[in-house]
């Protein structure tokens, strides 16, 4: 069967053209301090409006008329604007609560202010000239607009400064090493960072290159590691509320082996880039340690937390307030109070996790709950509550991720959340009526478990309450004071919305409904929620089916599996998005297109689905894929089985590729990006937690750890269909090695197959991805469409979208 593709229709949902399409989809509400109010920013086929919103009087009002505020800003800027084009960016509210500010550019040409600055560094600077920005002040009650002609320089972010909740001291890393500095410096290192009176202050000397006290610079080549040698960078430490103390985490990786990407395409020479890579199995691992430095006694203190054999170490920080985002000074504070801080020690299979805090005053280390199992374990931020005397705390112990009730000095108090359900994360603590807000899926009857929803249960134990019911995946913003949250809903085939309701889950009043006017005048149609049984012909897996716009259904259409196995998430959309390019727009070449979940996969369902795939990491979900097919072709008659194709990136390429393998007479073509197709060289925090890896004490008390595990190139000779390899020549993350060990192995076998490397791309093909979606879209319609007529050399999709300048 020959079928030419559908260039043309899948050309017409490119992301450039998606842009113009589909604009807000949810209401992102920015909370303010003084009050319940709220302002937000939504764009629609007719330009952008903001409003702000007062719960308490039900209303929605524009902050401004965009008409007459253009007007005015026309007279001082000089540039014309209209109200359904103004360039207003960075617009916060003042303290006063009734006063904007934000910033206008215009075309104005000025001297740079820090020019003379510039030309002292860089003799060689030119570019002395920069877009004026014009500053300006709205009151919204008296409606006047004020131009602010000499605004205050704001501090420059610099991303070395991690600074203290009161200001006065500032903390990073220099030459591996930790430094201060006192306000009065830094705002000289804001003027000018290269500035010699600066004074700073040494606090540690023992600092090395992989055992650094701050100052990661994954990512840098030699040359730019070289030209960055002598900067100030960023530490993460966190701050005691009262600015007196801090803490940090420390990793050794002196011992861990080296791994290396070159940079072929730099100019003038290719470089190289070397960086730390533990891998699973290996002896050679970093090893983390918890410092404590106070101000006070000016002392650094190692602090003896060791528990388990290559642990690791998570500091917690204090969440910030919904009202703090438009803060321009976020200062970063340790969980807990100025006398002790919470964390986590974790064993290196995972199956142990201790929360602990320190208690500075007696100096030692003090355990309040001890998770253990016989899989991996994972684990949430606790919340402190009721003056530091209590914690809630997240567990999935019976099988289900659940909020747990205990004292800080680790008396269980209360199971908070129970069922087969998954609790996801804490909302909001109403400490005073002892209340929690949080979100959980799977709770609803005759829904997608997956929705998630806003619940509240007391503290003190009782029923659950659901604050925003509907079938439809929610996402929600509540106020600091947790009386009103925003909710924002939708499911991959309605349009999104939002609303306002209060803390009883009574609806105040809709907002907002998404403009997706031109997106279906473009011929878009919605996608397709569907629910099959998995290989064991139990358990209910649920996927999304996407068809060509112009679909047929008289007619044959191959099908494409998207896949991406987990276990941290499923590639499955549940609410309507932006994200198309491997699925929806895949589709329009002239494919039906599925995604799927599998046993193993989402973590948001119970620990027995999540943890599935525990030591069977290579093919724990393909029978699930390729029953997915069966089913489905069984329901409709449109869907050939015959020509199955599967396609997936990172995950989803190791994935694609083994099912190519494993089921090599049902699986007839892939496209197999960026794939980790070779577990036991990826990194060890992910292969070893996913897969298992053992402890073994040995006769003399050593502690070693082994780790097996099956690969892709083991299966090489099974290879039937048409594979296409992809990966980008600087993957730090997923090192090409992967990729060029399966293409050995294949050469080996003496298969063909195809392969494109992508030149200076990461693990995400970066300005190449739109490259990467046509040649993905050639290699389908050619071997599952039969549409053998070479497409031209050209990419005219993208070449005609291009002005033609030169």
Not at 24 to 42: E, G, I, P, Q
Not at 150 to 165: G, M, T, V
Not at 612 to 620: F, K, M, V
């Amino acid at each position: 069967m020959h079928t030419k593709g559908n260039y043309e229709l899948a050309a017409k949902f490119s992301p450039e053209k998606l842009r113009k399409m589909i604009f807000t989809t949810d209401v992102d509400a920015h909370w303010l301090k003084k009050s319940d109010r709220f302002w937000y920013m939504y764009e629609t086929s007719n330009g952008k409006k903001w409003y702000i919103v007062n719960p308490a009087t039900r209303t929605k009002t524009p902050l401004f008329d965009n008409d007459r505020l253009a007007a005015e800003i026309t007279k001082v800027v000089k540039d014309p604007f209209d109200g359904q084009n103004l360039g207003i960016t960075n617009l916060k509210f003042l303290e006063d609560e009734n006063t904007i500010e934000f910033k206008i550019k215009s075309t104005q040409d000025v001297v740079k202010k820090d020019w003379e600055e510039i030309k002292a560094k860089n003799r060689n600077a030119r570019d002395s000239i920069e877009k004026k920005t014009f500053v300006f002040r709205y009151n919204i009650n008296s409606q006047t607009l004020t131009e602010i002609a000499d605004p205050e320089e704001e501090a420059k972010r610099l991303a070395w400064a991690n600074i203290s909740p009161d200001s006065s001291k500032v903390v990073f890393s220099k030459h591996e090493n930790l430094f201060w500095m006192d306000k009065e410096n830094f705002l000289k290192a804001v003027k000018d960072e290269k500035d010699s009176t600066i004074v700073e202050h040494q606090l540690t000397t023992d600092g090395e290159k992989d055992y650094s006290y701050g100052g990661w610079g994954r990512g840098e080549d030699n040359v730019e590691e070289e030209k960055n040698k002598d900067n100030r960078k960023r530490a993460g430490v966190l701050w005691s509320a009262d600015s007196k103390q801090f803490v940090l985490t420390r990793s050794d990786a002196r011992h861990v082996k080296d791994l290396w990407v070159l940079h072929n395409t730099r100019n003038p020479r290719p470089t190289l880039e070397t960086y730390k890579y533990a891998m699973p199995g290996e002896k050679e691992q970093p090893t983390a340690e918890l410092y404590h430095y106070s101000f006070e006694s000016k002392e650094m203190s190692k602090l003896d937390v060791a528990t388990f054999k290559d642990q690791t170490i998570g500091l917690w920080s204090e969440s910030l307030p919904a009202s703090s985002r438009d803060e321009d000074f976020k200062p970063v504070k340790w969980l807990g109070n100025n006398d002790f801080f919470y964390f986590s020690i974790t064993s290196r299979d995972l199956k142990r996790i201790d929360i602990a805090r320190w208690n500075i005053k007696e100096g030692k280390k003090e355990v309040i709950i001890e998770e253990r199992s016989n899989t991996y374990i994972d684990i949430n931020k606790p919340e402190i509550i009721n003056n530091g005397t209590e914690m809630i705390h997240w567990s999935e112990r019976d099988g289900w991720a659940h909020f747990y009730l205990y004292g800080t000095d680790g008396t269980f108090k209360k199971q908070l959340t129970s069922g087969p359900f998954h609790s996801e994360s804490i909302v909001r603590v109403d400490e005073r009526n002892r209340l929690l807000y949080f979100t959980a899926n799977g709770k609803e009857a005759g829904e997608d478990p997956y929705y998630e929803h806003l619940y509240k249960v007391s503290l003190n134990g009782g029923a659950i309450t659901l604050l925003n019911p509907g079938d439809f995946n929610h996402s929600v913003s509540m106020n600091d004071r947790a009386t009103f949250f925003v909710n924002n809903y939708s499911r991959v085939n309605t349009i999104p919305a939002s609303a306002l309701y209060d803390a009883n889950g009574r609806k105040v009043m809709d907002l907002e409904e998404a403009d997706l006017s031109n997106l279906f005048a473009a011929g878009y149609k919605f996608p397709e929620p569907f629910k099959v049984k998995a290989d064991d012909g139990i358990t209910d897996l649920y996927g999304v089916m996407y068809k060509p716009f112009d679909f047929d259904s008289t007619k044959k259409y191959p099908i494409i599996e998207y896949v991406y196995p987990g276990p941290q998430t499923e590639a499955v959309n549940k609410s309507f998005g932006r994200g198309m390019d491997r699925v929806d727009r895949l589709a329009q070449f002239g494919f039906i297109v599925v995604t799927i979940g599998n046993r193993g996969g989402h973590p948001a369902r119970s620990k027995w689905y999540h943890n599935y795939g525990y030591g069977n990491l290579r093919d724990y979900g393909l029978a699930d894929k390729k029953v997915t097919v069966e089913q489905l072709a069984d329901r409709h008659s449109f869907i050939d089985k015959s020509r199955v194709g599967i396609h997936g990136h990172s995950g989803g390429g190791f994935m694609s590729t083994a099912a190519m393998l494993v089921y090599p007479d049902f699986f007839k073509v892939a496209v197999s990006s960026a794939g980790n197709h070779e577990n036991n060289i990826y990194n060890r925090w992910w292969s070893e937690k996913h897969h298992g890896v053992k402890e073994v004490i040995t006769p003399k008390g050593d502690t070693t750890f082994l780790y097996q595990i099956e690969k892709n190139p083991d299966l090489a000779k099974n290879l039937k269909g048409r594979l296409l390899l992809v990966t980008g020549d600087v993957d730090n993350n997923v090192h090409p090695a992967h990729t060029i060990r399966m293409a050995d192995a294949l050469i080996k076998a003496n298969k063909r197959f195809d392969f494109i490397i992508l030149p200076g791309q990461r693990h995400g093909f970066g300005n190449m991805t739109e490259y990467f979606f046509w040649r993905m879209g050639d290699y389908f319609v050619q071997h599952l469409l039969g549409d053998n007529t070479p497409p031209p050399v050209d990419m005219l999709e993208v070449q005609r979208e291009k002005a033609m300048t030169k």
